[in-house]
């Protein structure tokens, strides 16, 4: 199994999601923003947390016309697994990979803290780990991460169970709670809380590190 | 030529960032502000020299790049 990381100036969770690919047993290869193609072979692409591009004109836009995202969307395109999170999943909105966008907290603070969050759909690699509906605490720690679409694209998620994780407590003013959306094949999943950061005994709990084996059990399987 | 782009949130779409303006401008003392929306400006120097070249390519930077047509409206100026 084989992970790429795609690190771009300002990433800073990059080595946290290689860390948790690595230990549900992927090989993992760093890839700098400027390359133009994925390793040969690349079975799933981190899209890690942070600040690409210091967030300049919105969180995630640069970075979604980078080299490299030409490459993570035919690699979507193509059926490949890609699991954004945080600045990730700004990023995979911003590629028009997954729908909607991700607005300034409604609350307008910085929130950093863990979170529960409801399973809403166990459907997909990355979430075959849990029970459908059980709640899980993963720490959440971001500034944009109200999650906006329109009320077309909202019932549309929900009636296509896409919706993948929602906050027990809503942190942020996210439309329906919602936490991370599927992509339509369900092999996409933008996420705002960091799974990376619950997934060994040392972070405070692992109720992230079934996300990663999940992947890896799928790809085994395929 | 220069280009002028102006980028809103649409309308419709929640801006906390104007809520809290208005707030302020409230306990201020500034009575009477219904609403408050904010957005931003954004000004580019064009080598081009044809004004519907120009206007058609600021479009097209506005459409990939400059607003996010999910949450964002935006209008073009040239000057």
């Known amino acids: 199994m084989h992970a790429a990381v795609i690190v771009f100036p300002g990433s800073n969770c990059d080595r946290d999601l290689a860390v948790a690919f690595e230990r549900a047993g992927a090989r993992v290869s760093m890839v700098w923003h400027k390359n133009t193609d994925l390793p040969q072979g690349v079975d799933v692409v981190g899209v890690p947390g942070g600040f690409s591009y210091g967030d300049y004109l919105r969180c995630g836009a640069i970075a979604a016309n980078s080299p490299i995202c030409r490459s993570v969307i035919a690699h979507a395109d193509k059926g490949g697994y890609v699991l954004g999170v945080c600045n990730g999943f700004q990023i995979l909105t911003e590629t028009g990979i997954l729908p909607g966008a991700l607005l300034r907290n409604a609350g307008l603070k910085y929130v950093c803290k863990p979170v529960g969050l409801k399973v809403a759909t166990s459907d997909s690699a990355f979430t075959q780990g849990y029970a459908a509906g059980s709640t899980i605490t993963v720490p959440i720690a971001h500034h944009d991460g109200n999650y906006y679409a329109d009320a077309a694209t909202l019932e549309r998620l929900a009636a296509e169970d896409r919706i993948a994780f929602t906050y027990t407590e809503n942190p942020n003013g996210s439309a329906r709670d919602i936490a991370g959306i599927l992509s339509e094949n369900r092999r996409v999943l933008g996420m705002m809380p960091h799974p990376e950061r619950m997934a060994e005994p040392l972070q405070g709990g692992t109720d992230g590190a079934a996300l990663f084996t999940g992947v890896m059990g799928a790809l085994e399987r395929a | ?79």
């Open chain 2, 1 to 79: 030529m220069k280009a002028r782009v102006h980028v809103m949130l649409k309308s419709g779409v929640l801006d906390p960032q104007g809520e809290a303006v208005r707030h302020a401008l409230g306990s201020m003392g500034f009575d009477g502000v219904e609403a408050v929306r904010q957005g931003k400006v954004i000004e580019l120097d064009l080598a081009e020299t044809d004004a519907d070249k120009a206007k058609a390519t600021v479009t097209e930077m506005c459409e990939k790049l400059l607003a996010n047509t999910v949450i964002e409206s935006y209008s073009v100026e040239l000057a």
